[in-house]
Every structure is written in structure tokens, then in C-alpha cells.
């Protein structure tokens, strides 16, 4: 079996368990947020259920509107306050907290070898731990954290193989960007486990293994998985809130499907508007005016991110007419950039930064755009209007790519800037 496999088996009470069977799974964790929280506690008043499955093990975040942009946003997070408390909810990470796919794995909440059932669709960015996380809506997740089950069906496991080394100024953006191309926007991920590794994969930081997991989601994938090595153990050790077993695939697992992909091949490249899957390099794009750069997101926002802005911009300012906004993805990543100076590097730049959550992600606050406008952003979507005006245009690279543009203006090729080889520091 597979890892995914042997993770749904074990969660299944099965010894076996193979592509296309339904099963009845125990989950180790439940995750909701903002307005889908609401609607989990509405789900389970309407189910008449008035107990959690386990209190510890169903978590809430406060980060989609974070802090409140309106009276109607307030009274949601205040009515999940109010269920949280009255359902005795352990974890609650309120306004300022963090994006939840970046705080559950940070909290210790996703551990190598379980199944986990979150509320958002970018659920499978927490698979990059090791573990079988699943994204479902509000009607699945409410069951779930009441019953502490789910059924799922098993899905067949497209391996992909990453060789080699990313050269300086490509990032895990990138790959994920180059995937997106391969596979196209819900075509041959469709309901698989993407399950990543190769020879490649033990030079990458745990920060840009989320960025990878993340994109499946947008491929189509029921869940993405990288297998734990040291570089998982070192990040899991002092974080974990229960004891996990990390489990691997078996040498002789079936893959429906199996792709290899050569790092060192690769360039720094943008989804271009409308579309995620509407891919192509940055040097091809290089040069059209932007309005707005944005590093943040559940894609994007983390520690690494930010430290490889900072790198890039130090020095230098960004350029007028920018709204250059900088997003933490967690409190945890905005403490960490602030001690190590980078908030200050970025602010001194011309920056904003913006309190920890999903920020102008899905255009609703923290920097709407406007008929007309261009954004580059690190994030994952760029649907016409997805952050703002219909008229608007989004494209999305990696922090570097956006922090370069930001600083010319224009979008541009991080490579490109004068003196950048000495501070791409990202990819080492
Ligand atoms: C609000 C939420 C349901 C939504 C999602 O699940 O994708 C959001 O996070 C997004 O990125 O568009
Ligand atoms: S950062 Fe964006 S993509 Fe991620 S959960 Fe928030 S709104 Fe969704």
C-alpha cells in the first residue's frame, strides 16, 4: 500500500484498503474557521449534538477577516467564541493567530502518520507533515467533530519524483507553478492522493514543503503527502501535542500515475490572469506595471517567505505608486521576522504589514483591488475577481518574484535585479 493507504487503513481499523473502497474512518483531528466555523456549530444545533468527540482534538481558527472588517464578521467571530466556549473547544486561535493550515502543523496538531479533517480547501497543505489531511465542507467537518468519524473514498496515488537541486532564484512556488501547468486545473489530479518525494526532496526546508502541498488542492487532489525524514522529525519534536507513528509507502505500493520532475530544469514562473493553471515564465512577463505586490498567504507567508523578501529588498525601496503588503502567516512567523529584523527591513522599504491571517487573499479586505489595477501576489488563486474588482488583474510567483516587481514596479525576474545572485538565498 501506499502511504495514504496504510494511513486510511489504519483509521479504518483494516489491514487493507485499496483505490475506490468506501471506508469509515477515526480522524485525529478536526480543524474549522471564520465563517465555515459558524456554520459547523449551526450544523451540529441543527443535529441536536451538544458534546464534541474529544474537546483537545477539534480546533477553530479566527483568520479568513482577521481582525473583523465589519459588524456582520464581528458577530461571527463573536457567536464561535461563544459556541467555543460553551462546547468547551481546547483550541481556539483567535484574531491574530494565524492562517489555520499554518498554525494546526505549527501547534503540533498534524503529526506525522494521521488523518485529519479540516474545514478549508487548502487542507491538504498539512500533508506535508506525513499525515492524510482532508479538506471537506461544514456538514462533514460538524460530524466529524461530533462522531470523531468520516467516510471517505479511497483515493488512487498519483507518486511524483523531484531529482536534483532548485538553482538560485527558483523556489518550491515554482514547482508548484510547473505542476500546476502539467496537470492542469481539475484534469488528471482529480480526487488523487499526490504523494511527493524523490531524491530532491531532502533539500527542502518544511517551509517550502507546504508551499508544495498546498497547490494540490487546486489541481483537483483529494490530499498530498510528503513522507517524514529528518528535516519533519526536527520540526514536529518540540511541537507535538500527542504521541504520532510516521508511516511510509511500501517499496512495492501501486501508483496509478508517476511523474518526474528535474529541479535544476526549472525558471521562475507566474500563474498569469484568469486562471491558476494559465502559466508562464516570469522573464516572459517581465515588465507590465503592477499596483500591488502581496506576500502572504496559506501558500506563501512563511518564515522563509518573508526572510527572502527582505533579502531582496534590502537596501533598495519600493517603487512609487506600490502598495507593497506583507502578510504573516501566523504569529508565530510574524515573531520570528520581527526578531530577526525582517518586518523592519520591509517597513524601511516602504512595506505595510499587516497582522497574521489570510489577508487580502480572497479580496475582501486588507488591500481590495480596483477596476483596472494589477497585483502580483504570492498566494494560490487568481480568478477574475478574486481579490476585488472584476476588472482586476492578479498574477501569482514566489516571494521573490513578487518582492523584485515590488521594488521596480513592473513584474519582474528576481535573477534580474542587480547584485540579487548573493541574495537568493531562498532555494539554499
Ligand atoms: C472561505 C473558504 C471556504 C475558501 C476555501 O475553502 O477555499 C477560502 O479559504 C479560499 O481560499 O477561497
Ligand atoms: S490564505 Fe487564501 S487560500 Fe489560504 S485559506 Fe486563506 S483565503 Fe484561503
Given at each position: 500500500m501506499t502511504i495514504t493507504e496504510k494511513i486510511l487503513a489504519r483509521a479504518a481499523g483494516l489491514d487493507r484498503v485499496q483505490p475506490g473502497q468506501f471506508l469509515d474512518c477515526k480522524v485525529d483531528q478536526v480543524a474549522s474557521m471564520d465563517l465555515q466555523g459558524k456554520l459547523v456549530f449551526n450544523t451540529l444545533d441543527s443535529l441536536g449534538?451538544?458534546?464534541?468527540?474529544d474537546t483537545g482534538r477539534v480546533a477553530f481558527t479566527l483568520d479568513h477577516h482577521s481582525p473583523a472588517h465589519s459588524v456582520a464578521i464581528a458577530d461571527v467571530h463573536a457567536a464561535i467564541r461563544k459556541a467555543a466556549k460553551k462546547f468547551e473547544?481546547?483550541?481556539?486561535?483567535?484574531?491574530?493567530?494565524?492562517i489555520m493550515h499554518v498554525v494546526m502543523p505549527e501547534r503540533g496538531l498534524v503529526l506525522p502518520g494521521e488523518l485529519v479533517i479540516m474545514?478549508?480547501?487548502?487542507?491538504?497543505?498539512?500533508?506535508?507533515?506525513g499525515a492524510v489531511v482532508i479538506g471537506v465542507g461544514q456538514t462533514d467537518a460538524a460530524v466529524a467533530a461530533a462522531l470523531g468519524e468520516i467516510w471517505l473514498v479511497v483515493p488512487a496515488t498519483l507518486r511524483i519524483n523531484l531529482h536534483g537541486a532548485l538553482r538560485p532564484g527558483v523556489t518550491t512556488k515554482d514547482v508548484a507553478l510547473h505542476l500546476m501547468k502539467l496537470l492542469g486545473y481539475e484534469r488528471r489530479a482529480i480526487y488523487r492522493a499526490i504523494e511527493i518525494g524523490g531524491?530532491?526532496?531532502?533539500?527542502?526546508s518544511m517551509d517550502a514543503r507546504f508551499t508544495l502541498t498546498n497547490y494540490c488542492s487546486d489541481m483537483g487532489a483529494k490530499s498530498a503527502i510528503i513522507e517524514a525524514d529528518a528535516v519533519t522529525l526536527a520540526y514536529v519534536k518540540d511541537r507535538a501535542q500527542r504521541p504520532f507513528t510516521p508511516v511510509y509507502s511500501d517499496p512495492d505500493c501501486r501508483y496509478e500515475d508517476v511523474l518526474d520532475v528535474d529541479l535544476g530544469a526549472l525558471e521562475p514562473l507566474l500563474a498569469c490572469p484568469?486562471?491558476?493553471?494559465n502559466i508562464h515564465s516570469v522573464a516572459s512577463q517581465a515588465g507590465k506595471a503592477i499596483h500591488e505586490a502581496v506576500i502572504g498567504t496559506c501558500?506563501?507567508?512563511r518564515f522563509e517567505d518573508i526572510a527572502a523578501a527582505a533579502s531582496i529588498v534590502q537596501g533598495r525601496s519600493v517603487a512609487p505608486g506600490v502598495r507593497f503588503i506583507v502578510v504573516p502567516s501566523s504569529r508565530e512567523v510574524y515573531q520570528r521576522a520581527m526578531k530577526a529584523g525582517h518586518l523592519a527591513t520591509l517597513t524601511d522599504a516602504g512595506a505595510l504589514v499587516f497582522p497574521p491571517?489570510?489577508?487580502p487573499c480572497m479580496g475582501e479586505h486588507s488591500g481590495v483591488l480596483g477596476a483596472g489595477e494589477v497585483c502580483i501576489s504570492s498566494g494560490n488563486r487568481n480568478m477574475k475577481?478574486?481579490?476585488?474588482?472584476?476588472e482586476s488583474f492578479v498574477y501569482l510567483g514566489s516571494p521573490e518574484t513578487v518582492a523584485a516587481s515590488a521594488l521596480q514596479g513592473v513584474i519582474t525576474?528576481?535573477?534580474?535585479?542587480?547584485?540579487?545572485s548573493k541574495e537568493l538565498t531562498h532555494a539554499d
Open positions: 449534538s451538544d458534546a464534541l468527540f473547544v481546547k483550541n481556539l486561535f483567535d484574531v491574530g493567530s494565524g474545514n478549508e480547501s487548502h487542507t491538504p497543505t498539512g500533508g506535508a507533515i531524491p530532491g526532496m531532502a533539500g527542502l484568469h486562471a491558476l493553471d501558500t506563501n507567508g491571517g489570510c489577508g475577481g478574486r481579490m476585488g474588482s472584476a525576474d528576481p535573477r534580474t535585479l542587480q547584485g540579487a
